[in-house]
């Protein structure tokens, strides 16, 4: 059987062959030490959202979206349907994925260290937005981008006793609280009491946590009036929790803006409508648009630039005037 002759490549040829196939390897990566793009040449981003439990996260999720498109990010979505299991699922799963930046809203505060570790040993930077997380390690995420929510409810607090100093009597007042647990809901809580404080006629009689949701804020709101029979002011810790108490308050035969005086927090457009129409009376603003800012901030930290630990949005507060001259600006 005649012998076939077989030409091996010559060492210099496998030599090239190696180089090639590893730059090709590495190049394809997308999460590797060199810090390449992902293989279309795109920063991958894994955002684990709360959920769409109200206009604000709607108009919320809307500005990252748009924010990532229009800075050629290829965001991988996750949303989480206000469960904190969900967004421990979906920042694993960016993990696996190998995004080059994670960021999310965190539900609640705690219970966010062991996944965080994941993602630290995976060298996947984390960028914290809209909420934070009350780890004591802050080399677990990159930054927060974020409202100041005590501040919220202080402003909150600080306008009802300028609305309520010549009152005789005890100034009644029911809470309803945000998700249970959450920054927003435990810091807008502080603000507001701080604020009230030194004045002992303004009294928080009843307070419960509606989810932020407008469901949430009626059936609350149903079981204050009927156990308190004197309701003077509502503090809502978010406009959709307010709207929904707006149904149980006019079911009660009572008039909203009237005879029960109601504070709000996030200015989304339902809300400054419901100011305007003197449903509401005052509303301290917390924008949800933080997608462009986002978006370069996951830029930066993949590029392994310094950003700062603390990024606060600038916010203001609206009167029923003042609603209605904004109205027809609002972008969300
Ligand atoms: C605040 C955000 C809150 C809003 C609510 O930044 O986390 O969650 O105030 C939303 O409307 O549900």
Not at 62 to 88: C, M, R, V, W, Y
Request: net charge neutral.
């Amino acid at each position: 059987m005649k012998r076939m002759r077989t030409h091996l490549p010559s060492r210099k040829a496998i030599a090239v062959l190696t180089a090639a196939l590893l730059a090709t390897g590495m190049a394809a990566c997308g999460n590797s030490d060199t810090g390449d793009k992902g293989d279309d040449g795109k920063i991958t981003l894994g955002f684990s959202q709360v959920g769409a439990e109200s206009g604000w996260r709607t108009a919320n999720t809307t500005s990252i979206k748009e924010a990532a498109t229009g800075a050629g990010i290829d965001l991988k979505f996750d949303d989480a349907q206000q469960k904190q299991e969900n967004q421990i699922k979906a920042i694993r799963n960016f993990i696996q994925q190998k995004v080059d930046v994670i960021a999310f809203s965190p539900v609640v505060e705690s219970g966010w260290d062991t996944v965080l570790k994941e993602a630290k040993d995976a060298k996947i930077p984390v960028i914290l937005t809209d909420r934070s997380v009350d780890s004591a390690d802050k080399s677990l995420y990159k930054t927060f981008l974020g409202s100041d929510f005590v501040k919220e409810g202080r402003l909150a607090g600080e306008w009802l006793v300028e609305q309520k100093k010549a009152a005789g009597g005890p100034v009644n007042i029911v809470e309803l609280q945000g998700t249970t647990g959450s920054a927003p809901a435990n810091d807008r809580k502080k603000g507001f009491a701080e604020a009230i404080a030194a004045n002992p006629n303004l009294k928080i009689i009843a307070s419960q946590s509606g989810d932020f949701t407008r469901a949430g804020g009626k059936q609350v709101m149903e079981q204050f009036l009927k156990a308190n029979p004197k309701i003077d002011v509502l503090f809502a810790h978010n406009d959709d929790m307010g709207l929904g108490a707006l149904e149980a308050i006019t079911a009660a035969g009572k008039v909203p803006g009237k005879d029960i005086t109601i504070i709000t927090v996030d200015a989304v457009k339902d809300g400054m409508q419901a100011l305007a129409d003197g449903k509401f009376n005052f509303i301290a603003e917390c924008s949800p648009l933080l997608g462009p800012q986002l978006m370069d901030l996951v830029k930066k930290v993949h590029n392994g630039e310094q950003v700062p630990a603390r990024i606060e949005t600038q916010e203001t507060t609206f009167t029923q005037e003042q609603a209605k001259e904004a109205l027809p600006n609002r972008k969300y």
